[in-house]
């Protein structure tokens, strides 16, 4: 005769089972999210971007931390189905976290917290692992069209929550911590001169220097690559040009934010250069700002006297001040992305938005030249809303080529439009 095995020896076996697979399913996942916290911890305050320090992350870096422990302690707490989805969800966004090391890897090489930074793409595959494994365990049980049902509809879930809720999350995480690692080549078609300033929060930004003829001089922003083509086109003209790393970006320090937030920080600083240098009258400085930089642009001549004349190009929304401007259809669903990803960008920079650009336009007294493209991205329609907030001398150009793209689609018509803003805004008389 076989053995008969009583049904409270096999529901304890069963039990006993199931408490140690938890175990080591607990075990695997804090392991990842003790990575993820490693690196949170590693970024903020153990190894800061140069020119920056722990205090400068303090309250974001502090929630970020935070948050990866909680989960940590809470997690065998959690119904197998809550948890597994939040393991799949944070194992997507820490193994997101790794890609501020494989971006610099790729340009550069590896510094700092870049190699914690490495370890977070493997912990956060190991968490969507576990999240997928515990996921199929616990819907075997129940009738077909029951389970099928509960998986449709997790799938639902699983795909609006990707896209409302961690896409927009992942994206400020990028956007605060990956910026240009390398300097491009110059092509600035004659003479110029490396130079170096400093921020008035102490960052030091390098950049080069193409020395005036005619006693102006105009920055050229951002960065040293897409801005290249106005410069060259201002120096034959016989305007002086400064084109520099923003902060996080090339040679430069700080923190990178390509949404441009504490970025006119940077604009002030190159204003006081070009105030100091012989070559220049300080009060014949001008800007000329693409996408980002048009929006730091606004943002400067609405808040300082530094800039005589501005060309703002492609400007756009930075936070979710810019999307409840926004019309049409998808207004709602535009202002709840933007407002995840400006509460992203805030925990990750410790910094709040900018004020909105509606309102800063709107305290702009100085000439501005708005240029927008015609189709554009990135809210850049809005530019029409910028320019009639404006209260001093305004210009708004409709160009064809796409975002920032009005040079190449049309050389002459913004030589004109562009050179000319310059030659009446910054004339000596003026």
């Known amino acids: 005769m076989g053995s008969v095995v009583h049904p409270s020896v096999e529901s304890r076996t069963t039990a006993t089972r199931a408490l140690a697979a938890l175990r080591t399913e607990t075990g695997l996942a804090r392991i990842a999210l003790g990575v993820g916290a490693l690196h949170a911890l590693d970024d903020s305050f153990l190894q800061p971007e140069p020119g920056t320090s722990a205090g400068d992350h303090l309250w974001g870096g502090l929630v970020q ?71 199929w365990r616990t819907r075997k049980d129940g009738r077909p069209v ?18 409302f809720v961690l896409f927009p999350l992942a994206q400020s995480y990028v956007i605060t911590h990956t910026g240009r690692a390398f300097v491009p080549p110059p092509n600035l078609g004659t003479a110029y001169e490396e130079v170096a300033f400093t921020t008035g929060d102490g960052l030091r930004l390098q950049g080069w220097y193409i020395p005036s003829k005619n006693g102006a001089a105009v920055i050229s922003f951002p960065g040293r690559k897409g801005p290249q083509k106005p410069a060259r086109l201002l120096a034959r003209h016989g305007y002086g040009v400064l084109l520099f790393d923003r902060r996080g970006e090339g040679e430069s320090e700080g923190d990178p934010n390509l949404l441009g937030w504490e970025g006119t920080r940077d604009i002030e600083a190159a204003v006081a250069y070009l105030r100091a240098r012989p070559d220049v009258e300080g009060d014949r400085i001008g800007g000329v700002g693409l996408s980002v930089g048009g929006e730091m642009m606004l943002q400067e001549a609405a808040e300082t006297d530094g800039l005589r004349a501005v060309v703002s190009e492609g400007a756009g929304i ?73 209260k001093g001398p305004k210009e708004l150009w409709a160009a064809p080529g796409g975002h920032t793209g009005a040079i190449d689609a049309a050389p002459e018509e913004y030589e004109r439009r562009v050179v000319g803003f310059f030659d009446r805004t910054l004339r000596p008389d003026g």
């Open 65 to 135: 931390v935070g948050l990866f422990i909680l989960f940590a302690w809470g997690y065998p707490r959690l119904r197998a189905g809550l948890r597994a989805t939040l393991a799949i969800f944070v194992g997507i966004f820490t193994a997101t976290m790794g890609i501020e090391a494989v971006n610099y890897l790729r340009e550069s090489s590896l510094s700092g917290d870049d190699y914690t930074g490495l370890l977070t793409i493997p912990a956060g595959l190991l968490l969507v692992g576990i999240g997928v494994v515990t996921l």
């Open 318 to 390: 930075r936070s979710v001040r810019e999307a409840v401007h926004v019309d049409g259809a998808g207004k709602l669903a535009y202002i709840w992305l933007f407002g995840v990803s400006t509460l992203g960008t805030a925990v990750f920079t410790s910094n709040l938005p900018p004020r909105s650009l509606t309102d800063l336009s709107a305290e702009i007294t100085e000439p501005v030249l708005f240029i927008h493209a015609t189709p554009g991205q990135g809210g850049e329609t809005l530019t029409e809303e910028y320019y009639e907030a404006a």
């Open 146 to 163: 029951r389970r099928y049902l509960r998986r449709a509809l997790l799938a639902a879930g699983f795909l609006l929550g990707a896209f």
